[in-house]
């Protein structure tokens, strides 16, 4: 995970707190062993995949050589990020992860502040992570019935997706209970409008 003293913190249950101008830009890591070692090498592998529940997860494996006729590199690094699960990752989740990789290869090879191993970019993604968790989320349990309530055309068919959601009414958290009887009435005032 990260070497940040704050992650002590963190398994205490304590609020996170770092300062995020105290970390490097991967940039600055790149531009850094490229003067260092004109004659290196930075290799990326980006590639994706399709979960089952349909998330696009983006994989990079860096490799870095100190120098380009070296068949093994020095170091490598790897990062992973899910396409959406972020305002960036809506749009830029293959630079992002590619980034990340970079930044985690160069630090694997002392690219890094003292205690700094995370980059910048790697520390924000932690802070919009903890952000989130703060924030209410749809649980896996009800997503398929928002999908079902959004996809109901009839009210017949509304009316089986509701009898559904109260036979699994004990898998759902109150808030999601909430928000799938408000989908459910605002469904059923638009289609009682078109009859």
Not at 19 to 40: C, M, T
Not at 167 to 190: C, F, G, I, Q
Request: one cysteine or more; aromatic letters at 8%.
């Amino acid at each position: 995970m990260f070497c940040h003293p704050s992650i002590e913190g963190l398994k205490q249950g304590a609020k996170m707190a770092f300062d995020l101008s105290q970390y490097e830009l991967v940039e600055d890591r790149i531009r850094a062993f490229w003067e260092k070692y004109p004659n290196g090498r930075l290799l990326t592998d980006v590639k994706f995949h399709t979960r089952d529940n349909g998330a696009i997860v983006w994989t990079c494996h860096s490799l870095l050589f100190i120098d380009k006729e070296d068949t093994r590199p020095t170091t490598t690094g790897f990062a992973m990020e899910v396409e959406g699960s972020t305002n960036v990752n809506k749009y830029s989740a293959a630079e992002n992860c590619e980034t990340s990789s970079l930044g985690r290869c160069l630090a694997n090879f002392l690219f890094a502040a003292k205690g700094k191993r995370a980059s910048e970019s790697e520390m924000k993604k932690v802070k919009r992570m903890t952000e989130e968790e703060k924030t209410p989320k749809v649980y896996e349990d009800a997503k398929p019935f928002f999908d079902a309530l959004e996809l109901s055309d009839t009210i017949d068919s509304l009316e089986v997706v509701r009898n559904k959601i109260t036979a699994n009414r004990a898998k759902l958290s109150p808030a999601d209970l909430d928000a799938l009887r408000n989908m459910y009435e605002a469904r059923k005032v638009a289609i009682e409008a078109t009859l």
